[in-house]
């Protein structure tokens, strides 16, 4: 790829020129967050959802303070993972009735923590669990509000598997074994259950899987609240918002997401029971993805056997992505852009650290490049830096520059 003028990244949330001092006193690999991108994205959905509909911004996707300040400002609520995500929701300014706790494996420490602080809910994925979060409560003489995360029957197809995938499943209850949930229930005096939490999958480009997504969350809603008999009033519909990393991939259909959602919310079937029920929302990568790219500098090139290999400064200590689930982010090679230089080749983009899996990937098509020149992958604010392996080979940490 040649130029930033693709779908891949919004060329105006950086502008070239904005990104020339990053070049010319480039000194080591850096993230760097645009908080135009990250506006546009947050006002592009929420300007498709039905008011009904809330966006809780899953952190883990990026938790850097500024991008979490600025989603904050934006309106979202926030979507946390650990203690260290509700701390840092906290630090951000989102109010405790704005952040929700998921985790198949929270600590008595995380969920005190919730407890303490008033935290909206916590999504709770198992019995045992349940009956902790109730003790906690009890003890503190408070009542939390829960929602419970279940493990659906239907097929969430996920290329890769990140967080969906069909049958076993550490995440959630199995929807077969939920009367037992419920039975529990009866005994936790300290805990309101609000209702239910359904992650399907990530990295979803397909406006009909999202709706057929949404469309099956809210019918086991309806179903459980039937059977057992309890008033729901929050549907967290979990995230899974894609975005393009390639050629072969398209940008979600944006009006046909809303016009679905649009009629779904306004189907008799659904509208009286949704009547007071917030749905939720809790996109990761959709918000935070496009707005990050990765700089890295080419310190040599060498040519191995016919492969063309260019070594650089940074690898995945700070973007691991490539080599976990084999993600292709776009790559430019920005001074070559600057410098106006022609010609293609094929490369093969590899970092420092002492294993062969250290690479961006083989066959990335780059502007003819030569030592010294910086590359960008795009797309890279999401399961970015927070993803990598940052301690393998003590190398230094990547800088984070957020860009106004
Ligand atoms: C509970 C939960 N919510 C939200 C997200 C965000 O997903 P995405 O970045 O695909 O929108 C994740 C991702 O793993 C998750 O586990």
Known sequence: MNNFDTKYYNYASIPLENLKPFIENYASPV???????LTESFNLLRDILP????????????????IL???????SGCDTASLGEMKSALAAGFAPEKIM??????????????????????????????NLVNEIAREKNKIQNILVRINPPYDSSENTRIIG????????????????????????????????????????????????????????????????????KTIDLGGGFGIPYSDNETPINLEKLAEGLNSLVSD???????????????????????????????????NSRGTEILLADGGI????????????????????LFEGRKGNKKYMIAGPLCTSIDSFGENIDLTDTTQGDIIAFLNAGAYGYTESMPQFLSHATAKEIFID
Not at 69 to 75: D, E, F, P, T, V
Not at 112 to 123: E, G
């Open 165 to 232: 995938g069909t049958g076993v499943s550490k995440f959630g209850i199995d929807i077969e074994q939920i009367e037992i949930f419920f039975k529990t229930l009866k005994s936790c005096g300290n805990v309101y259950l609000t209702g239910i939490h359904i992650f399907n999958s990530s990295q979803i480009l397909d406006a009909e899987k999202i709706l057929s997504n949404t469309k099956n969350v809210i019918d086991t809603a309806i179903d459980l609240s039937k059977t057992y008999s309890f008033k729901v």
């Open 268 to 302: 008799k079937k659904y509208s009286r029971f949704l009547d007071g029920v917030d749905l939720i929302f809790e996109p990761g990568r959709y918000l935070s993805g496009r707005a990050g790219m990765y700089l890295v500098k080419v310190l040599y090139t060498k």
């Open 317 to 336: 200590h700070h973007l691991l992505r490539p080599a976990l689930i084999g993600q292709s982010h776009p790559a430019v090679n920005l001074t070559a």
């Open 69 to 75: 300040k600025h989603i904050n400002g934006l309106g």
């Open 101 to 130: 706790l998921t985790g198949p494996s929270k600590s008595n420490e995380e969920i005190r923590f919730a407890v303490d602080n008033n935290i909206l809910s916590v999504n709770v994925e198992s019995v045992q669990e349940l």
């Open 51 to 66: 008011p009904k509909f809330k966006i809780f911004y899953a952190q883990k996707s990026n938790p850097n303070s500024k």
């Open 31 to 37: 993230f760097l967050y645009s908080r135009k991108s």
